[in-house]
């Protein structure tokens, strides 16, 4: 077996250096403090040195939002290690810790989830558009276990607008992908187009509520909006046909 060379070992710790000082400029200032110039200044070494280790400011923050993905996926993982084997309730244990991380790591939440289309971590802006991530694999094999064990009411193929579909088939089988490295084979019915759209309704409702919260952006001012983001889930396990009783 081999071991990596004393050259090698400086070189990953270099890195690590690198982004462990974007992570607190990060926390401390937000998004837009994360430069080259910067890391540079606080590590004591040129912005062009740098370039030797990431080709470019985007490449370092993609390298950073993996990072804050894998925290986030190993803080959710603790979440569920205590429940029992069972998707539904791993799933909305997940639903809050998701909500928790977001509210207490607002400058990750913005770089990661946040981040205007076009702009730096935009490609992460949904959970499920980086499925075999850590967290949306966490996310999305709570979800499998749901579906293996519960009987849901989800909307018929035929329902499905014709204009999602080409997306909906391509996130399809990449959910397919990501369960059955998981060990879940859930047959192929049980996965038809209509369950895919619901996951995406599932999704976009649970970030649209968390990301309005982060932001203070709800349309009238909420003084308990831990109820608000559980009546939610209540109302989402209903209509799926969960009992969260």
Same mark, same amino acid.
């Given at each position: 077996m081999s071991h990596p060379t004393r050259r090698g070992r400086a070189?990953? /710790?270099?890195?690590?250096?690198? #982004?462990? *000082?974007? #992570? #607190?400029?990060?926390? &401390?200032?937000?998004?837009?403090?994360? *430069?080259? #110039?910067?890391?540079?200044? &606080?590590?004591?070494?040129t912005a062009p040195a740098l370039y030797r280790y990431y080709e470019s400011r985007d490449?370092?923050?993609e390298n950073l939002r993996l990072d804050v993905c894998a925290d986030l996926a190993d803080e959710l993982a &603790?979440?569920?290690a205590e429940i029992p084997d069972d998707g539904m309730l791993q799933l909305f244990a997940i639903c809050k810790g998701f909500r928790r991380w977001a509210l207490t790591h607002t400058k990750e939440f913005t770089l990661v989830f946040a981040s205007p289309t076009g702009g730096v971590g935009?490609?992460?802006?949904? /959970?499920?558009?980086?499925?075999?991530?850590?967290?949306?694999?966490?996310?999305?094999?709570?979800a499998?276990?749901?579906?293996?064990?519960?009987?849901l009411v989800t909307p018929p193929s035929s329902g499905v607008p014709d204009e999602l579909r080409d997306d909906l088939m391509t996130f399809q089988q990449s959910l397919v992908d990501v369960l059955s490295e998981s060990g879940q084979n859930i047959p192929a019915e049980r996965l038809d187009l209509g369950v895919t759209y619901l996951m995406i309704q599932f999704w976009a409702r649970l970030y649209g509520h968390v990301t309005l919260e982060v932001f203070g952006n709800y349309p009238i001012p909420m003084s308990k909006p831990d109820v608000l983001f559980e009546s939610m889930l209540?109302?989402?396990?209903? &209509?799926?046909?969960?009992?969260?009783?």
């Open positions: 070189r990953a /710790a270099t890195e690590l250096d690198i #982004r462990r *000082t974007a #992570r #607190r400029l990060l926390v &401390e200032q937000g998004p837009e403090a994360v *430069t080259l #110039r910067a890391i540079a200044r &606080e590590l004591g070494i490449d370092l923050v &603790e979440d569920i935009s490609a992460a802006g949904s /959970a499920l558009s980086r499925v075999d991530e850590p967290f949306g694999r966490i996310f999305l094999a709570a499998g276990r749901v579906l293996a064990m519960h009987d209540i109302d989402l396990a209903k &209509e799926i046909g969960l009992d969260r009783s």
